[in-house]
């Protein structure tokens, strides 16, 4: 199966995350040639044709990357169920991940240990090399990923990021619930299950 396609913003070269591997095409898609075996959830490409790609739950980076021996570990990053990632459209340096797995959330009535909960998000400065964290794990106040009174997370298979196509330090995060995050407000929920009037702006 194919978990995600991005194409080169100049070169013809469509990339596809796919359960055998991270492959691409420069045919239209008639041939795809291998470039890292392994269970790759997801691939993100920037303007200057730059990959990120989580590979056995790993995210890896290439600035040549056709070559697929190019492809190297990030570290820094948690040991996580799913990673899923996305670059800046308007500034490649900045580059984000999010990182999802079992937390452990305090909660009124105890501590709750979650599969599929927010463990971090992370952002890169420097085109995908390194990563800080600038979201912790969640709680039961900013719970992205967890429906908190069910004991339950949906980050394993539920889980989404994006950046604003103007502003390369504004996110927007999907799971069980919808949030964004600038530096000014930090992180916050903007839109959740709920049919609520906030919930429309």
Same mark, same amino acid.
């Given at each position: ?6 194409? &080169?913003?100049?070169?013809?070269i469509? @990339? ?8 691409y095409?420069? +045919?239209?898609?008639?041939? !795809?040639? #291998? ?9 993100a ?24 021996? #190019? ?15 996305? @670059? ?37 400065? +420097? ?13 039961? @106040? %900013?719970?992205?990923?967890? &429906?908190? #009174? ?6 394993? @298979? ?5 950046? &604003? ?12 619930? %919808?949030a964004? !995050? ?13 049919? %609520? ?5």
């Amino acid at each position: 199966y194919v978990g995600r396609l991005v194409s &080169h913003p100049s070169d013809n070269i469509v @990339y596809a995350a796919t359960n055998l591997g991270l492959r691409y095409s420069n +045919d239209g898609g008639q041939t !795809w040639t #291998s470039l890292r075996p392994g269970l790759c959830d997801d691939v993100a490409i920037d303007k200057n044709g730059n990959v990120l790609a989580v590979i056995a739950d790993r995210l890896y980076r290439s600035s040549t990357p056709l070559v697929g021996t #190019s492809y190297k570990i990030v570290e820094g990053l948690p040991n996580s169920g799913r990673i899923v990632i996305s @670059y800046a459209p308007s500034d490649p340096s900045f580059a984000y991940a999010m990182c999802t797995g079992n937390v452990t959330i305090e909660a009124p009535s105890g501590n709750l240990t979650i599969g599929g909960g927010l463990i971090g998000v992370y952002q890169s400065k +420097d085109n995908g090399a390194t990563f800080s964290q600038i979201i912790g794990k969640e709680n039961v @106040y %900013f719970n992205l990923m967890t &429906h908190i #009174s069910l004991g339950s997370g949906q980050g394993i @298979y539920n889980s989404c990021i994006g950046v &604003h196509p103007t502003n390369p330090e504004r996110i927007f995060m999907g799971g069980i619930n %919808f949030a964004e !995050w600038t530096p000014q407000l930090g992180a916050r929920i903007v839109g959740n299950t709920g049919d %609520f009037p906030t919930n429309r702006k």
